[in-house]
């Protein structure tokens, strides 16, 4: 959508008018226009600021197709709760039968739309447009998104009305269409939380909290939305290996049109029925996923109270939360680990700024830090009680407690690829206390785990997987794993859902199921590292670009927020999900790592290899 802001509201043939008055903005359709050419660029309007609410103008009297058309398309941007004025734009029996919570297609720009030419000239009382873009996303009727790619093409047919003479869609669009940079305006991403079916806290016997990215129109009371989303269940991908405290059918009580919280910031979740019998500790776990689910929105809930039947059912805070389960979030990891000039495991304090930034590195208790293994790669359990490391060629894997005095034993997994790069990667550790590797010998490619780091590895399915895996590292929750995979010399970064069968704690398979990508425009993948709940920090590069850091939601979607300062030579990246902890990598310089609203600072010239615990 243009604008013209000059001449309080002047009219410029083919493009919108934008009116800005107390923080409203209306948008109007455009003047008259030729039906005899094509409408194009439906141009994406700026991004407002966030307290801007953007309304559309209804259809104006005898208003062209092309007006219709293009009203139509910019009324889809707007604020409208319930996308009334789009309505306006359709015949009645379209405007009943049209969904637009069926989906949201994010298009590279605005759509532009081509004039069908008629089949019969005499024909006047029907016109045709085609909508064409390049596709970007899809967000379903889950509000989840997903990248796309191709072109877009959808057919919108209008007809005139005989009596009135005024012309209205009745064939519009599937769901919603718009350009990226009304998407960015119009949509956030936010995390409801769910929790881990089969997966505990190795440290305590704590349900583990999964984050579900979702997509919410940001001014159109996100609270509510969230919550309702909340309430409907786990979107598709995640709902294998996740579970909701909240009982089938559990909704809003009808007529709850909204939700706000009150000057104490507590937030009053009014229920229907099917909650009103739950157990106190039923009603806490529902109270937890609620405050995990609405801790980043503004206005801020600290408290919330669960009403069902006409009675209370529980009330909690966000401290009873964080008690009942646990996020990597909000995981406060102590050191900082890498590899030092003498290929031995060392660390350094974990906090941030100050000081600690210049604290010299020092040899880890038990034999990985004091022994005579040469080390390439490490990995420290989420418990910082154990650590994992490959060998400086690449072929053995070892497992040590980080305790002084603490022997290392023989190597628990050799790999027999012919070279270092086909060999084994850098391991992980879950929060249960498994530890992940994968063997990347070309002649038997494998993904492996061992149940508490000891043991007989147990060779995980990987159904789907097209390629080799070239690096990975298990989400805090234990459910998600990223990897970056590598095929035809392009290394592609992949989020997988992991698949347990059997009860916790027992001899279970597991599988790594519909991979899914969460960088599709980078050719080439150098590292990544979890940096959030859902969100990782990636090293690549596009095709025929230089390499660059920047964060990715886990569906594929890029955060709002600016990315780390740049870096060059960056080798390898680590990050916390706790996001207080600063970002630290292996460049040209050595070990490096980026206090909040600071620059990179030297931390080890001779160290690679750094990770946080996990």
């Not at 990223?482 to 059997?502: C, D």
Request: charged share 25%; aromatic share 6%; proline share 7%.
């Amino acid at each position: 959508m243009g604008a013209d802001r000059e001449g309080g509201g002047r009219r410029t043939p083919g493009r919108a008018t934008v009116y800005a008055a107390c923080g409203v903005v209306l948008l109007a359709g455009c003047a008259s226009m030729p039906d005899s050419g094509d409408l194009r660029g439906v141009d994406s309007t700026p991004r407002q600021d966030t307290q801007v609410r953007v309304f559309a103008m209804p259809p104006q009297e005898d208003a062209e197709p092309t007006d219709i058309v293009q009203g139509f398309l910019e009324a889809l941007t707007s604020d409208d709760p319930n996308y009334e004025t789009a309505r306006q734009y359709l015949t009645r029996s379209a405007a009943k039968q049209w969904q637009p919570g069926l989906s949201t297609t994010v298009l590279d720009d605005g759509p532009g739309a081509d004039v069908v030419p008629p089949v019969d000239r005499e024909q006047s009382e029907d016109k045709s447009f085609t909508l064409v873009g390049t596709k970007v996303a899809v967000v379903d009727a889950q509000q989840s998104y997903a990248p796309a790619s191709g072109e877009y093409r959808e057919t919108v047919h209008l007809v005139q009305d005989k009596k009135t003479k005024q012309w209205r869609i009745d064939s519009p669009p599937r769901g919603v269409v718009m350009g990226r940079s009304d998407f960015q305006r119009n949509y956030v991403s936010v995390n409801k939380y769910y929790f881990a079916s089969h997966t505990r806290s190795a440290t305590a016997p704590q349900t583990v909290a999964v984050a579900d990215p979702v997509y919410v129109r940001e001014r159109v009371d996100p609270m509510t939305q969230l919550v309702r989303s909340l309430l409907k269940g786990p979107t598709s991908w995640l709902d294998p290996v996740v579970r909701t405290s909240f009982p089938t059918g559990t909704a809003l009580r009808s007529g709850v049109s909204s939700l706000t919280p009150d000057d104490q910031s507590t937030l009053t979740v009014p229920l229907n029925d099917k909650a009103r019998n739950v157990g106190s500790d039923q009603c806490k776990a529902m109270a937890a996923q609620l405050l995990f689910t609405l801790q980043n929105l503004t206005p801020a809930v600290d408290d919330v109270e669960l009403r069902a039947g006409g009675k209370q059912l529980c009330s909690a805070a966000q401290s009873d939360a964080d008690g009942d389960a646990t996020r990597g979030s909000v995981e406060h990891p102590e050191f900082l680990y890498f590899v030092n000039g003498e290929h031995r495991l060392v660390r350094v304090s974990a906090e941030p700024g100050g000081s600690s930034t210049k604290a010299e590195p020092v040899a880890v208790p038990g034999a990985l830090g004091d022994g005579d293994k040469d080390l390439r790669s490490v990995a420290v359990s989420r418990d910082e009680h154990t650590a994992a490391g490959v060998g400086i060629d690449g072929k053995a894997l070892y497992v040590g407690s980080l305790v002084s005095g603490g022997s290392l034993g023989e190597a628990v997994l050799l790999s027999n690829g012919k070279t270092a790069d086909d060999r084994l990667t850098t391991p992980s550790w879950d929060t249960e206390g498994d530890l992940w590797v994968a063997d990347r010998n070309p002649a038997d490619p494998r993904l492996l785990l061992f149940k508490e780091g000891a043991g007989k590895p147990l060779e995980v399915e990987t159904p789907g997987l097209d390629g080799r895996i070239k690096d990975l590292r298990v989400a805090a929750d234990g459910v998600r794993i990223a990897l970056v995979v590598e095929k035809g010399g392009k290394q592609s970064l992949f989020i997988g859902r992991i698949e347990r069968e059997g009860r916790t704690g027992d001899p279970r398979s597991v599988s790594v199921r519909e991979l899914r990508s969460a960088t599709p425009d980078l050719e080439e993948v150098t590292t990544m590292s979890w940096a959030g709940d859902s969100r990782l920090v990636v090293v690549g590069r596009e095709q025929g670009g230089v390499q660059q850091t920047r964060y990715v939601q886990v569906d594929g979607s890029t955060p709002e927020g600016p990315p780390p300062a740049a870096l060059t030579g960056v080798k390898e990246i680590a990050a916390s999900e706790d996001d207080e902890m600063p970002l630290v990598a292996y460049s040209e310089d050595g070990i490096v790592r980026l206090p909040a609203g600071a620059q990179w600072q030297k931390v080890d010239v001779d160290g690679t290899a750094p990770v946080y615990p996990g």
